[in-house]
Structures are given as C-alpha cells and as structure tokens.
C-alpha cells in the first residue's frame, strides 16, 4: 500500500502560477502510476491527469491541457503538478492519486492523499 501526501496549495491571483506536490512513501511507491484530480465545491471530482510509473507517458483531460503539467522526480516518488495562468474557476481542493493499473483511466486510481486546497483570486 501506498501512501501519498500533497503540499503547495494556497491563495494565488487570478494569472499566477502554483506548483503542488505529492510525496509517495510506503511498499514500492515508485512503482505506481499517478495522477491528479479536484473537486470543487458542489462538484463532482475531476480528472486533472496522470503520469506513468517511467513518467515518460503523461495524459491530461482536455480541459486541462496546456495549462497544466505533471511530472514526476527521477526517484520517482514526488510527483508534480505545475499550474499555470490560473482563473478563478480552477479553485478545488487537488487530490494526489496513486493507481496501479494505468495513468490515464480514472477509475484505476486505487489510493489517495487527503487533498491540498487551492483558491485562485480574481
């Protein structure tokens, strides 16, 4: 079992920036596939993205890309998401996620952080 804690949110302007983080730890992290969700309030949890265990595969929904990067270190155990010219309407509370199927199915991420609040100011 994995067990996976994010860091990095907080209160950013409206064209800002925000890096979040996960950090892995427990029986091979390194091994799983991860990914980012949100889920804003009075809404249902959203796929941000995922990132392959190598983390040479990356899939983002598309209401996501361009904006948003996931990466992951060369221990593989922190994984990143930088997001960039941020609007009002990306405040959620981010969940780190860990699967160990694929990267870019949501429904095969079996393990979760307890999520980092990220509020974006117009």
């Known amino acids: 079992q994995v067990q996976l804690v994010e860091s990095g949110g907080g209160l950013v302007q409206a064209g800002g920036s925000l890096r979040l983080s996960c950090a892995a730890s427990?029986?091979?992290?390194?091994?799983?596939?991860m990914g980012w969700f949100r889920q804003a309030a009075g809404k249902e949890r959203e796929f941000v993205g995922g990132i392959s265990r190598s983390g040479g595969s990356t899939y983002y929904a598309d209401s996501m890309k361009g904006r948003f990067t996931i990466s992951r270190d060369s221990a593989k155990i922190t994984v990143y998401l930088q997001m960039n010219s941020l609007k009002p309407e990306d405040t959620a509370v981010y969940y780190c996620?860990?699967?160990?199927?694929?990267?870019?199915?949501?429904?095969?991420?079996?393990?979760w952080g307890q999520g980092t609040q990220v509020t974006v100011s117009s």
């Open positions: 427990g029986r091979a992290s390194s091994s799983y596939a």
């Open positions: 996620a860990a699967s160990s199927s694929t990267w870019y199915r949501p429904s095969d991420y079996d393990f």
